[in-house]
């Protein structure tokens, strides 16, 4: 389960566990017309941050399915770090690796 440590009015920290992997992966599956662009998008950048040093607001519209997994938007602070295992990322991306075929139709039907 996520936590959220609010430090302070400006800055939080997020923790992610594999378990929140495996969650957004279910979510992205069980959604894949509503998550295809952030599907698309975070199995081809990932590689590029070294899968670890990924950042889910890098890009537009890559952080949707990562703040359904949050009670608060993180965008409301100044400042926010990333807590989690090499696992989460690992697992996130062999997640989006099996929906990219049926993410990319979607995508390619919307543009």
Same mark, same amino acid.
């Given at each position: 389960? *996520?936590? *959220?440590?609010? %430090?302070? &009015?400006?800055?939080?920290?997020?923790?992610?566990?594999?378990?929140?992997?495996?969650?957004? *992966?279910? #979510?992205?599956?069980?959604? %894949?017309?509503?998550?295809?662009?952030? %599907? *698309?998008?975070? +199995?081809?950048?990932?590689? #590029? +941050?070294?899968?670890?040093?990924?950042?889910?607001?890098? @890009? &537009?519209?890559?952080?949707?399915? @990562?703040?359904?997994?949050?009670? %608060?938007?993180? #965008?409301?602070?100044?400042?926010?770090?990333?807590?989690?295992?090499?696992? @989460? @990322?690992?697992?996130?991306?062999?997640?989006?690796?099996?929906?990219?075929?049926?993410?990319?139709?979607?995508?390619?039907?919307?543009?």
């Amino acid at each position: 389960m *996520v936590k *959220v440590n609010i %430090i302070n &009015d400006n800055t939080v920290n997020i923790e992610l566990t594999l378990e929140d992997a495996v969650s957004m *992966v279910q #979510k992205a599956s069980n959604n %894949i017309d509503k998550y295809a662009n952030e %599907i *698309v998008t975070t +199995f081809e950048q990932m590689p #590029k +941050f070294n899968y670890t040093y990924y950042c889910f607001y890098a @890009f &537009d519209n890559s952080a949707n399915l @990562f703040e359904t997994m949050l009670d %608060i938007n993180p #965008k409301n602070y100044n400042s926010f770090s990333l807590n989690a295992p090499d696992a @989460f @990322f690992h697992c996130l991306y062999g997640g989006m690796a099996s929906l990219y075929i049926d993410a990319q139709k979607y995508v390619s039907k919307t543009n």
